[in-house]
């Protein structure tokens, strides 16, 4: 009769704060928009979230995957998040805590229910399947590394607004274990208006697994200098800046590898469909050169690419883009803004050439993996969808298998 009443317990959802690299791609992502962020931190409200896990499988760190199990009476609150230097340390719970739910636990469980369902993700959450296996967080902002620039080069016309560096850093015989489709984060120096550090800054490599030289312990990043925002206003990107002005024998402080799923295939003769835009050819370029590496030894598929820039002069990587031979990958360029040319975007090359992409897409051994801004997840998976129609095809079948077997990759922003 006088038995106490069952205590609450919560799973929490938490974001460590010492592997966040503040992306923003979990608040994008969130559908029920439980993920928020002050300059300090992203952290989850245990009020909204359902653990719907939508945010989950995009976030480039894993930082996003940490669960606590509390008494819903001592959950963090936001601010207790917004204050962490750490994620803190793992507390039992009451003895009487795995008691039968209370019934405030049925009326979150049907709250939960009501909520909207996640939308679904555009690309896979797994890598290929025979993709080698990723290190990860092997360094931290409490723990970076340091490398030494030994190359920064522009790789677009001089003439030009779009000022892309490619930026080679190596890392002596400090081990940093990289694979095509990760990334690493820099930590520019200085401080935010706030007077804190700055956070790092997210970077894809443009270089293979080993090496932007082969045998060499470095690696190369594309770096576009960031002079105005989205809206077309004066901004000055805190960390391309830095980067773009370092010199040779400069070095610079690195977090990561990230990334574990945008990679590429191991099998022999897998085939890949590369779409991209701008500093989004970084990951294409290493791929392509992990595969141009492998040329006669018979263990490379097809590729094709789908490159996207307003000119030639401002495409980068274009020299040497162009001396590839024919024979090892099938290039389309589209230019929006090339002088006397009608304006072409990579959805409508992936149309014209869709007897060659729908032939790929029918090979089990294709990967597809899309690079640049967000804005073109939509026209990609339009064009892919009418590439299918066209033959009677059912895109949303193929769609589900891609994304199932970790063969159709998006890394936008």
């Not at 919560?10 to 928009?33: A, F, G, M, S």
């Not at 729908?358 to 009418?386: Q, S």
Request: with cysteine; aromatic share 6%; proline share 8%.
């Amino acid at each position: 009769m006088n038995a106490p009443l069952p205590v609450e317990v919560l799973k929490q959802h938490l974001i460590d704060p010492e592997i966040c690299i503040r992306c923003n791609t979990c608040e994008e992502t969130c559908p029920v928009d439980a993920i928020t962020h002050d300059s300090n931190n992203y952290v989850v409200d245990p009020d909204i979230c359902n653990g719907c896990m939508a945010c989950v499988p995009p976030c480039p760190t894993g930082s996003i995957d940490n669960w606590r199990l509390v008494v819903r009476a001592q959950a963090y609150s936001v601010q207790d998040q917004l204050g962490w230097e750490e994620l803190p340390k793992e507390t039992s719970l009451p003895a009487d805590a795995d008691a039968a739910p209370a019934p405030a636990q049925a009326a979150d469980a049907q709250a939960a229910a009501a909520m909207p369902a996640p939308a679904m993700v555009a690309g896979a959450a797994v890598p290929p399947w025979s993709a080698a296996h990723p290190y990860v967080n092997l360094y931290t902002h409490k723990t970076p590394i340091t490398a030494t620039v030994v190359g920064n080069y522009r790789v677009t016309g001089a003439d030009t607004e779009s000022d892309i560096h490619h930026i080679v850093l190596d890392f002596g015989e400090q081990p940093f274990p990289v694979l095509e489709g990760q990334s690493i984060g820099i930590l520019p120096p200085g401080t935010d208006a706030q007077g804190r550090p700055h956070h790092a800054r997210q970077y894809s490599l443009a270089s293979p697994r080993d090496g932007e030289r082969a045998g060499y312990n470095n690696l190369s990043l594309t770096v576009k200098r960031v002079t105005q925002d989205h809206g077309g206003a004066a901004a000055h990107g805190v960390c391309s800046n830095y980067l773009c002005d370092l010199a040779r024998n400069d070095t610079v402080q690195v977090i990561g590898p990230f990334g574990h799923t945008f990679l590429m295939p191991n099998h022999p003769r897998a085939n890949l469909i590369m779409i991209c835009t701008g500093t989004g050819s970084a990951p294409m370029r290493a791929m392509t050169e992990r595969s141009r590496r492998l040329i006669g030894t018979n263990e490379i598929g097809k590729l094709m690419l789908f490159f996207g820039a307003r000119t030639e002069r401002e495409l980068p990587y274009f020299g040497p883009l162009m001396k590839l031979p024919r024979d090892f990958i099938d290039i389309n360029l589209a230019l929006s803004r090339e002088a006397g040319q009608p304006k072409r975007y990579v959805q409508d090359l992936i149309r014209e050439r869709a007897g060659q992409v729908r032939e790929l897409l029918a090979d089990r051994n294709t990967c597809i993996y899309v690079c640049g801004l967000k804005g073109m997840e939509v026209g990609v998976l339009d064009a892919l969808r009418e590439v299918m129609m066209q033959a009677g095809e059912d895109w949303s079948i193929l769609h589900d298998v891609l994304r199932r077997e970790g063969r159709l990759h998006f890394e936008t922003y």
